[in-house]
């Protein structure tokens, strides 16, 4: 074969080498879609406009979030599939934070587990009135009233029952064995906080979710008498007071906790289990 027989034949074999590398590389490109186009969940799995979120999904697997890990790592950093669950669910566990299902700001609602936020619905109620305290009273912690999980998994957590359950904390100095919660139709009775001590009203029913606002702490509702004019008279407890009489002053006696136009200038010595 000439020299110029085995240029062209050279030639040749590189353009068609050159033809078959380009038409698999096309080929393999339209074969794979590209990452924005693959999509396990659906469309809509990560807008939280979509009846496709993934709260939904969550929310219907009974908040299993081992579903989760098995694609997106026992950290929800991405795992197999690259795509990590901390870049929104930011805060301390990812995923597993309490404020993921309930709460916002703290653990407690709202929301609660379905989205709700007045304070009318009983998974809402007066959580925040609790958690937060205010001018009443100190902050009353999770644990008076729940057992607080160490995680999403532990025991007691997530069950089949339909509502948290309410279980007073025995160790905390605002206890009294009478108290108790009825599930039926959420209401508090014989609490330390309403009434049930020395000089208090006793047995003090409040209603967990409602409309009565300030009403229901009003001066008077858990000592003494709020149907009284006076402010002194309706804060001066009913019985349990014989040393002194309707005319003294509250702050004679607990200066620490409210002054003499009875305002609580230290809501931790209102309602903190013991007489200050």
Same mark, same amino acid.
């Given at each position: 074969?000439?020299?110029? /027989?085995?240029?062209?034949?050279?030639?040749?074999?590189?353009?068609?080498?050159?033809?078959?590398?380009?038409?698999?590389?096309?080929?393999?490109?339209?074969?794979?879609?590209?990452?924005?186009?693959?999509?396990?969940?659906?469309?809509?799995?990560?807008?939280?406009?979509?009846?496709?979120?993934?709260?939904?999904?969550?929310?219907? =697997?009974?908040?299993?979030?081992?579903?989760?890990?098995?694609?997106?790592?026992?950290?929800?950093?991405?795992?197999?599939? @690259?795509?990590?669950?901390?870049?929104?669910?930011? #805060?301390?566990?990812?995923?597993? =934070?309490?404020?993921?299902?309930?709460?916002?700001?703290?653990?407690?609602?709202?929301?609660?587990?379905?989205?709700?936020?007045?304070?009318? *619905?009983?998974? *809402?109620?007066?959580?925040?009135?609790?958690?937060?305290? @205010?001018?009443? @009273?100190?902050?009353?912690?999770?644990?008076?009233?729940? *057992?607080?999980?160490?995680?999403?998994?532990?025991?007691?957590?997530?069950?089949?029952?339909? /509502?948290?359950?309410?279980?007073?904390?025995?160790?905390?100095?605002?206890?009294?064995?009478?108290?108790?919660?009825?599930?039926?139709?959420?209401?508090?009775?014989?609490?330390?906080?309403?009434?049930?001590? =020395?000089?208090?009203?006793?047995?003090?029913?409040?209603?967990?979710?409602?409309?009565? @606002?300030?009403?229901?702490?009003?001066?008077?509702?858990?000592?003494?008498?709020?149907? #009284?004019?006076?402010?002194?008279?309706?804060?001066?407890?009913?019985?349990?007071?014989?040393?002194?009489?309707?005319?003294?002053?509250?702050?004679?006696?607990?200066?620490?906790?409210?002054?003499?136009?009875?305002?609580?200038?230290?809501?931790? #010595?209102?309602? =903190?289990?013991?007489?200050?």
């Amino acid at each position: 074969m000439g020299t110029s /027989n085995m240029k062209t034949t050279f030639i040749s074999i590189m353009l068609l080498s050159g033809l078959m590398l380009s038409s698999c590389s096309e080929l393999q490109e339209e074969k794979v879609p590209t990452e924005s186009t693959v999509s396990v969940h659906g469309k809509g799995f990560a807008d939280a406009s979509s009846a496709n979120f993934h709260a939904a999904y969550v929310r219907n =697997n009974k908040y299993d979030l081992t579903l989760c890990q098995s694609c997106h790592g026992n950290d929800f950093s991405g795992g197999t599939t @690259g795509q990590s669950c901390n870049t929104c669910h930011n #805060k301390p566990n990812g995923p597993e =934070n309490c404020t993921t299902c309930h709460g916002s700001v703290n653990a407690a609602p709202p929301n609660d587990l379905v989205g709700n936020s007045a304070t009318t *619905v009983r998974g *809402v109620g007066a959580h925040q009135k609790h958690l937060l305290g @205010g001018t009443l @009273g100190a902050a009353v912690p999770c644990a008076t009233c729940h *057992v607080v999980p160490a995680s999403l998994a532990s025991a007691g957590h997530l069950d089949a029952t339909p /509502n948290a359950e309410v279980r007073f904390d025995t160790t905390s100095a605002t206890y009294r064995s009478g108290a108790s919660y009825a599930a039926a139709n959420a209401t508090c009775s014989n609490t330390y906080c309403h009434g049930n001590f =020395n000089g208090g009203n006793g047995n003090v029913t409040m209603a967990w979710a409602g409309t009565g @606002g300030s009403t229901s702490t009003a001066c008077g509702t858990c000592h003494g008498d709020v149907t #009284k004019a006076t402010l002194k008279e309706k804060a001066f407890p009913v019985t349990g007071h014989t040393a002194a009489s309707i005319t003294s002053d509250c702050s004679t006696c607990h200066s620490r906790t409210v002054n003499a136009s009875l305002a609580i200038i230290d809501p931790s #010595k209102h309602m =903190n289990g013991q007489v200050d």
